[in-house]
């Protein structure tokens, strides 16, 4: 009897333990996630890419944390001026890419960031890495939308991506507006699985779209 | 019992309510105390962690307690992992980083070499560069020209003259191993091309002195290309311009551990000599047929078999009006055949090795003569082989440090036949040993000191030369680098039936002393570098064949190269200086020879057009004069005389498209645009009172292209193998 309460008392304790690191876990992420919206400067988001990979390295089973490190670098990519750091970017970004679609196998979200780092590749040297980046950055959109036809920034990737295409490349701004148009359907319906999942990319949806249209 | 499970309730309690909270702060620096900034600094294990601000102070609070790891993590740094013990109040951590292995900040040993490469990043080109390149046409050696130290004005000859040295003087190795003809068939008063399209070497490295022991027989220049490995994706490839046309396929396998791949291709200039006036009257207009096929097999986890074979067949004759108005008539009938099998692979960590072996063989049959009418069968023909093997291994100690060694056995033969002499063949077993070693003293200071031995049967005579070279970084950018070594190679087969069938002379020797500044940041790069060169035992004809030649070069050279400075635009510059006397061949004295100009000067640009995915580039090479011989001359004057100098203009343009999912290029070239005149030399009648220059066959030439890739469609592969 006493042996049945005490193991029945570890167990609840046990799960008492992990409820709360899963709540630690959970106000770690929120925390990194708060303002990602408003971040202006690669230093901002280098902060955040520190805290992502702080979460990261304390729960090495979690994709979410990977994910957004590999965001950030994205992020940093776009905004940072420094062209020396733009190849360094591209290797942190892939290398905790593929970490993500190994802790979680074809997800949408995460080939949406893949094709975005193909992108990256890019523009790093589009006369070099466009004829191999190109097609692939293209593939992988491709399986994201395919993986989750509902997901509001599989389709803001792809349209941005064909609305930047020179036409002979398979590009068109016509195409492109409309995409980032269903993403923006999309993201107004769109309801992430919890306060820590993929929820960016509808300002900055609307953003180009507005720029699209005024032209 | 019940006490255990209190103390054990107690623990637990104790987490929460004892919990005292430290607080670590301090600054993260480089070792020279600079402040990092952006660097992630955190408790192992634990969510506790921060940011380093602009000057790369930091702090953060912790509720953890004792033993514990403090980890500092920063892009392009090593990270720094510290067990501490906390135990509340403020604890000081100040840590220092060191910069992580760059290849950006290790010194090369640039002396005398150029290299291209796309999987090392400080070099001064890249593989496309090499085809992007105007005035090359899509011809290796002929963007090597736009390098200061190769001659721009031997549009008449055949080969790559570096430095003052002739054209057999420069040596191309594939994979290490020796190529015996790199360019097509010889024709009096052309420039060759290379034989080999330039898509298929990873690197070249285009030594213009001072290279390394494991190359020998080039007393110039080393052209050291590295074939490529597995390629990215099954392929289809198709050619087709105003000269002929090609298809090409390869394909990858599913584990991407074996590829197979083959082109074939034919040309023919009939078409373009009918539409443009040629000045010399063909016999045959220029026409080759060539195929190759390659195959590469990965063994096991970090070795690579390499095949690669090729066959060509080409078929050129012409007459020329000599200056009494009698014909010149010459054809030459080429058949080549080219294999290379190589493997390399480490063994262990520490050990790498790369065997390799080769089979070539050269066949021409010549029909020339003096004649008023029709070619008469003054027929000859030449043959020439060669047949080797090769073994280096290298050892590496650390990260930078390694020794190389290796041997390698050429058989190789040279036969003349002659319809009134019958067949004479040469036939020679050489064979070399080497050894070499990369010193680095620090990541700034490498020595590379070797020693080569070569022994050839046919001339019974072994010669050992030592190399070495020096490479200081002076500071990020920059560093300087010097070279010396001596070069010995056989002399040349043909000077032997050129001259009755004279006895086979000895080793001639170059002695080069080479220093060079670098400086290359991101997008720019500057070179200079001077350089002498002292050539003895070369060979003379006159008489018999001896070893009394002797000589000197020196000269000094620019490289400005800027992709920085104007938007969308690559160009460089180059300049070369060169002063040169050489007594050898048939010369009586000393003299400047005719394969050299004083002043040579190469302008490339480039410049891309993303809006209409369109790149123009043009080439402006420029030479004083070359020497040519003038029979009216005294023999105090020989050689003095100068033809005008050279001017050449070459544009090109390709547009990159995609037609039905094939990457499409159209490409459209010129080479000398404003049809300035060249002139390579004189041909003077036998009485030395006429003469008639010798000139390109036309002022212009032309080409328009276009060239497909079609990527097999592998989508989910790829997908699968990109990580």
């Keep these: 009897m006493k042996k049945g309460l005490l193991s029945l008392l570890f167990l609840s304790l046990a799960l008492a333990v992990s409820a709360q690191a899963n709540d630690k876990f959970v106000k770690a992420m929120e925390k990194a996630l708060a303002g990602l919206d408003s971040m202006k400067t690669p230093e901002q988001w280098l902060a955040k890419s520190n805290m992502f990979e702080r979460i990261a390295q304390k729960e090495p089973g979690e994709w979410l944390p990977v994910y957004y490190v590999g965001l950030c670098q994205s992020m940093i990519f776009n905004l940072d001026q420094d062209v020396s750091k733009h190849e360094p970017l591209c290797d942190k970004a892939d290398k905790f890419l593929a970490l993500a679609d190994s802790l979680n196998p074809n997800n949408s979200e995460v080939y949406v960031l ?73 993201f107004d319906t769109f309801k992430p699985a919890s306060s820590i999942h993929p929820a960016w990319g509808k300002s900055a949806n609307a953003y180009i779209l507005d720029m699209a249209k005024g032209k | 019992m019940k006490k255990q499970l209190l103390l054990c309730l107690c623990c637990v309690g104790a987490l929460s309510a004892f919990a005292q909270t430290t607080l670590i702060k301090g600054r993260v620096t480089d070792p020279s105390k600079n402040g990092l900034p952006g660097a992630n600094i955190f408790l192992r294990d634990t969510y506790d962690g921060a940011t380093s601000d602009a000057e790369g102070n930091f702090q953060f609070e912790t509720e953890e307690s004792g033993a514990q790891i403090l980890q500092v993590t920063f892009l392009g740094f090593d990270s720094l992992v510290q067990q501490v013990t906390l135990s509340g109040g403020t604890f000081a951590f100040n840590p220092v980083l060191r910069e992580a292995f760059n290849e950006l900040k290790v010194v090369v040993i640039s002396a005398g070499a150029f290299e291209a490469s796309d999987e090392k990043k400080v070099t001064v080109l890249k593989p496309l560069d090499i085809v992007t390149t105007a005035s090359a046409g899509g011809d290796t050696y002929g963007a090597l020209k736009t390098l200061p130290g190769a001659q721009v004005s031997t549009g008449d000859q055949e080969g790559l003259f570096v430095r003052g040295g002739s054209g057999t003087e420069a040596q191309t190795f594939i994979d290490g191993m020796l190529v015996r003809n790199p360019f097509f068939a010889n024709t009096p008063d052309f420039a060759s091309r290379g034989r080999f399209n330039p ?177 008469l069968p003054d027929t000859f023909r030449l043959y020439n082989s060669l047949a080797q093997v090769r073994a280096v291994a290298t050892r590496f100690f650390g990260r930078l440090t390694s020794l190389r060694f290796g041997a390698e056995y050429q058989y190789s033969t040279d036969a003349f036949d002659n319809q009134y002499f019958g067949v004479s063949t040469l036939r020679d077993n050489y064979s070399a040993a080497f050894a070499e070693t990369d010193l680095y003293v620090t990541t700034k200071l490498v020595a590379r000191l070797g020693l080569r031995a070569e022994h050839s049967s046919l001339l019974d005579a072994g010669r050992l030369s030592p190399r070495a070279s020096l490479a200081y970084k002076l500071g990020d950018a920059d560093q300087v680098s010097f070279a010396w070594g001596h070069f010995y190679q056989k002399g040349d087969s043909l000077l032997r039936w050129q001259n009755q069938y004279a006895a086979v002379p000895g080793f001639q020797r170059a002695e080069h002393f080479i220093l060079n500044y670098q400086y290359i940041l991101a997008d720019r790069t500057f070179r200079v570098e001077g350089f002498y060169k002292k050539y003895d035992q070369l060979v003379t004809t006159l008489g018999s064949l001896q070893n009394d030649g002797s000589g000197y070069a020196q000269g000094l050279e620019l490289f400005f190269r800027d992709k920085k400075s104007l938007k969308n635009t690559d160009f460089w510059v180059s300049y070369s200086w060169l002063d040169t006397k050489r007594k050898f061949q048939w010369y009586p004295l000393e003299a400047q020879p005719t394969f050299a100009a004083n002043h040579v000067a190469s302008l490339v640009a480039k410049h891309y057009f993303p809006k209409i995915r369109t790149s123009f580039g043009f080439t402006y090479n420029y030479a004083t004069g070359r020497p040519y011989f003038n029979p009216n001359q005294p023999e105090a004057a020989f050689l003095t005389d100068r033809t005008p100098d050279y001017h050449n203009l070459s544009l090109n343009a390709s547009y990159l498209t995609m037609i039905r999912g094939a990457f499409t290029v159209f490409v459209l070239g010129v080479s000398n645009a404003l049809g300035q005149e060249q002139i390579f030399g004189y041909r003077y009648s036998p009485d030395g009172a006429m003469r008639t220059a010798i000139s390109p066959a036309a002022k212009r030439f032309v080409f328009v292209g276009a060239f497909m890739s079609w990527g097999i469609d592998r989508r989910q592969e790829v997908l699968d193998n990109q990580n």
């Design chain 1, 114 to 186: 893949r094709s975005m780092a193909a992108g990256m590749r890019i523009r790093l040297n589009p006369m070099v890495n466009g004829q191999k980046y190109g097609p692939l950055s293209g593939m992988l959109i491709d399986k994201a939308l395919q993986l989750d036809p509902e997901n509001p920034r599989a389709y803001m990737q792809k349209g941005i991506g064909i609305y930047f295409t020179p036409p002979q490349w398979g590009g068109s701004p016509e195409k492109g507006k409309e995409l980032m148009e269903t993403a923006a359907q999309k």
């Design chain 2, 199 to 375: 898509f298929l070497f990873k690197g070249t490295v285009f030594s213009t002195g001072g290279y390394s022991a494991q190359y020998g027989q080039g007393m110039s220049s080393a052209l050291i290309l590295d074939s490529q490995d597995l390629p990215e994706r099954s392929a289809g490839t198709l050619a087709l311009s105003c000269v002929g046309l090609g298809f090409g396929q390869q394909k990858l396998w599913k584990d991407k551990g074996r590829a197979i791949g083959g082109n074939v291709n034919y040309s023919n200039l009939a078409p373009y000599f009918w539409l443009v006036k040629q000045t010399p009257e063909f016999t045959h207009k220029p026409e080759s047929v060539g195929t190759e096929a390659f195959f590469r097999q990965q063994t096991g986890k970090t070795g690579l078999l390499k095949f690669y074979g090729y066959y060509n067949y080409s078929n050129v004759g012409f007459n020329t009006v000599a200056p009494d108005g009698s014909k010149f008539g010459f054809a030459v009938k080429n058949q080549n055949v080219y294999t290379n099998l190589s493997w390399s692979g480490l063994l262990g960590e520490q050990w790498k090795l790369k065997l390799g072996s080769s089979y070539a063989r050269d066949w021409n049959n010549i029909r020339s003569s003096y004649n008023t009418g029709a070619i």
